[in-house]
């Protein structure tokens, strides 16, 4: 449950805590869903108006960086469980590397916080916001309370997504939810807009489907074999089939 406490220091950040407030060494014992028990250590202190510092778990150490927790660099870590997950055993075990925690914090467009969150709901994984909760725009609000985007993360089957197909800097993901929907995602890594097509074949289904664009939150024609749409530079179209 690692990742509710980086959220409740996310939380005292945004609301009323100086880094200089939070610097020390801080102990939490955490528990897994399994029993297991776990001490992670937040090891803070400031530098300026910034965060730093490192955390340290039994997934390894990880640094902190402006207040926000990153891989160490260097260090690897697994992608895929046995099972086709993106972690081995539980959520806990990558939740803290895994959450939304860039969105709204600047340096990027509005398409590319979305293709984050659009990802992290695809692998269901945790969702904290680590932006300034007190100075939110409009649209990193909508993007973060999005309702129709948390409900796949939130999905009751737990199942998490994969990408099914490759083709230079397009790609497809998707993920089983329950009620026998899929959750499609249409990415595009390139520099232009370009036509993204999610193949039948590779989301392993069949048949005429029922299509919801999610993000625009708009049935759009029922499909049947392969759906394309125009995605934008860095940017997500993310569908709900069934």
């Known amino acids: 449950m690692k990742y509710i406490l980086v959220a409740v220091f996310s939380t005292f950040l ?3 805590a100086s880094p200089a407030d939070l610097t020390g060494r801080w102990v939490a014992e955490t528990q897994s869903p399994n029993g297991e028990k776990r001490q992670t250590i937040f090891a803070f202190k400031s530098e300026g108006d910034k965060l730093t510092g490192y955390l340290v778990s ?3 150490d990880d640094l902190i960086a402006d207040g926000l927790v990153i891989s160490t660099p260097g260090r690897p870590r697994r992608t895929r469980g046995p099972s086709g997950t993106a972690c081995q055993a539980s959520l806990d075990r ?3 590397a895994v959450t939304p925690g860039e969105i709204g914090n600047g340096g990027m467009s509005l398409d590319e916080y979305r293709v984050h969150m659009s990802l992290w709901s ?3 994984a945790p969702l904290i916001a680590g932006n300034d909760l007190r100075d939110m725009p409009a ?4 993007s973060l309370t999005d309702k129709e985007v948390i409900a796949v993360d ?3 089957l737990g199942r998490q997504g994969v990408r099914v197909s490759r083709n230079g800097d397009l790609e497809v993901w998707s993920r089983r939810l ?3 929907a899929i959750a499609v995602g249409l990415f595009n890594r390139g520099a232009d807009h370009s036509k993204v097509t999610a193949r039948w074949s590779d ?5 005429s489907k029922n299509v919801r664009d999610l993000w625009a939150h708009s049935d759009r024609d029922e499909a049947s074999g392969v759906y394309s749409a125009d995605v934008a530079s860095h940017g997500v179209v993310m569908l709900k089939l069934w």
């Open 14 to 16: 945004s609301q009323s």
């Open 58 to 60: 039994a997934q390894g």
């Open 94 to 96: 990558c939740s803290h």
């Open 122 to 124: 695809i692998l269901a």
């Open 139 to 142: 649209d990193i609000s909508a």
């Open 154 to 156: 939130q999905d009751a």
């Open 178 to 180: 329950a009620g026998g």
């Open 203 to 207: 989301l392993g289904i069949k048949g």
